[in-house]
């Protein structure tokens, strides 16, 4: 399938169109003549008025609305080629489109380019330029004149971009045309192009386009749940399994009976249903934001053992409950090493296969990532997912206790949550926030005046950075000491998505298929986690909220090791929860 997207998609993200009762051109024909080359050329005032529009353009703040996530979807299962766009907002590369999917065929307001030299750059210097009083800023290299980098009326598209949309529109089944009244050329003439080709043709539009006629379907509602495709039943909350490295174990050494074993690395997708009892548990899922089929989306991190002859495994597959992204099933069952992550390091290491206890035994290992707060170091397993948002859409706050990293810290510096990434400061100035210094866990606490601290680093130069996730003291923290840091946090990730991320896991291996990106259908009949220390307490926080059972009702895991894991569970599925903390801090 190819698209060509217009203007009325992104209106309800509050940009408006252009020809519609409420257009920017039918509200103010003046406008049109800033967006005509001759007349921004020709005339500094044009250009004057032009630059105060794109200072005070809505699409500064414009968020991706479930049009632009859509097509996300659509990419995700494989279902999108091409996207053709007329619109210069970037929303739908904002919404997690690959951007090597999308033509932007007329441009992107995000950059300005020089008339005279071609030079590019970044639309925000040039608007901190207006801000700082430059009416008409022209080019800093020859002095020429400036303008965003679009297309506009009589300047001739990118050849490129214009041939590129052109033979994705000949070789598609389907076209698909939304929210675009198909009366700009040459972008519109795609759609006779992919009509002349054989294509279907599509157009989802609010008021009748130019070329309804040559459509098969018009104004049609997009469904992309299908639940025909998958035979009418509710879909699984796998999608796919993004497979990037596969390699033999151990050099495709054998295991004893069992045979040699493969290891499979990538990334699985998920979209789970907010209000199906099984995930109304976790916490702020129903804050989270939705796919167009109402989906939460988010993924993980895996790794898979699995024997090479399949028919030769047992049946059962140990989940790999990562601890702070670090594999630890292999190490301790199979006495095996574990690799050490770090900036710079290799990310795919060879897994040490120990003494292959698991492996000669015919056990499925899946390492699953469900942490989404690890710092960013390659290798690490982890998750990615979305942050829950008010009824306005706007990032959660909360006032929040964290402790800076009691560790070998910085002379000047610290950051909160055990060296794992802390929630920013929503204000870096907060008078209210406090930092207090003990010498026991039960003693008295001292505060530290507000003027001897700040949020902030030190970086490589020994400068002093403003950062919202770090703490700066003068005079340096004191090695043993206690320190806690009371503040107002911004942003909250739907924690509990990790937990579901296990679940669901097991739950596409034991009963998933090849659609899905199964690698071994039918292959696992029970599963059992092991967690050691602090994914010992997630385990033990995963029963305690009853998420062991899926959307399908079956229950995933059959049983559980949580191994020097103290008595405690921990902060895995709640706002603004630290799930690096540990009963010290």
Known sequence: MVALTGAGISTDSGIPDFRGPQGVWTKNPEAEKQSTLQNYVADPEVRKRAWQSRLHSPAWHAQPNDGHRAFVTLERRDRLDTLITQNIDGL??????????????????????????????????????????????????CGGILKSATISFGQGLVQDDLFRAQRAAASCDLMLAVGSKLSVYPVAGVVPVAKRAG?????????????????????????????????????????????????????????????????LKGTLHFAIDPK???????????????DHAGRVEFESDVSILLPLDRARGNGRVVLDVVNRGNTVAVPNFNRATRPAFRPGSDPDPPVDPGDG??????????????????????????LRGPEAVDAAGNRLRARLH???????????????????????????????????????????????????WSFARIDAGGMVVPDARYVRLDGGFEKGRLYQVTYTAV??????????????????????????????????????????????RLLRTLVYHDLNVDEQGHEALD??????????????????????????T
């Open 92 to 141: 739908h590369v904002k919404a997690g489109l690959s951007p090597s999917r999308v033509i932007e065929i007329h441009g992107t307001m995000h950059e300005v380019v020089c008339l005279a030299c071609g030079e590019r750059a970044a639309m925000e210097r040039a608007l901190a330029r207006v801000r700082a009083g430059e009416e008409d800023p022209p080019c800093r290299s």
């Open 199 to 263: 294509a279907r043709v599509v157009i989802l539009n609010a008021e009748p386009t130019e070329m309804d006629e040559l459509a098969d379907v018009v104004r049609a509602r997009l469904d992309l749940d299908d639940p025909a495709a998958d035979g009418g039943e509710r879909r699984v909350p796998v999608t796919r399994f993004e497979v990037r490295l596969r390699r033999p174990l151990a050099a495709g050494a054998p295991f004893g009976d069992v045979g040699p074993y493969e290891e």
């Open 276 to 290: 199906h009892a099984a995930n109304e548990r976790i916490a702020d899922v129903a804050l989270a934001p939705r």
């Open 357 to 382: 206890f698991l492996m000669r035994r015919g056990y499925a290992v899946i390492s699953c990532g469900w942490q989404i707060d690890l710092p960013e170091v390659p290798g690490l397993l982890g």
């Open 402 to 452: 964290a402790a800076p990293d009691s560790g070998a810290r910085p002379p000047t510096c610290s950051c909160p949550t055990a060296g794992h990434r802390p929630y920013a400061a929503a204000d870096l100035d907060e008078r209210d926030a406090i930092l207090t210094v003990r010498d026991q866990p039960d003693g008295e606490a001292t505060t530290i005046a507000r003027q001897r």
């Open 491 to 536: 942003g909250a990730p739907v924690l509990g998505l990790g937990i579901a991320a296990l679940r669901d896991a097991v739950a596409w291996l034991k009963h998933g298929t090849a659609r899905e990106g199964n690698p071994a259908p039918g292959l696992v009949r029970l599963a059992y986690a092991y967690g050691r220390s602090q994914t010992g």
């Open 559 to 584: 049983g559980i090791i949580a191994n020097v894991a103290g008595g405690l569970r921990g902060e895995f599925n709640q706002r603004f929860g630290q799930n690096s903390r540990t009963a010290r």
